[in-house]
């Protein structure tokens, strides 16, 4: 199974490259299948690349039910 989260991109480096932030966590990505993201974009990110943008609605309404998700028992 495969997983791809949504996360909003906080900084560009270089032209290929991006710090992300996810839940606090910051993490540095390519942005070479996304060359027109910016700071503020929320992108798929899977296995460090990020894979497609998203609009800011979609982003947080996914991120909300991976929040119920986790509060969920098992």
Do not use: N
């Amino acid at each position: 199974m495969c997983l791809a989260l949504p996360a909003r991109i906080v900084e560009l480096i270089g032209t290929e490259g991006a710090i992300v932030e996810l839940g606090g966590v910051r993490k540095t990505i390519s942005i070479a299948l996304v060359p027109d993201a910016l700071p503020g974009d929320y992108v798929i990110v899977h296995v460090g690349h990020a894979i497609g943008r998203l609009d800011v609605e979609e982003a947080q309404a996914t991120l909300a039910l991976f929040a119920e998700l986790a509060r969920s028992p098992t």
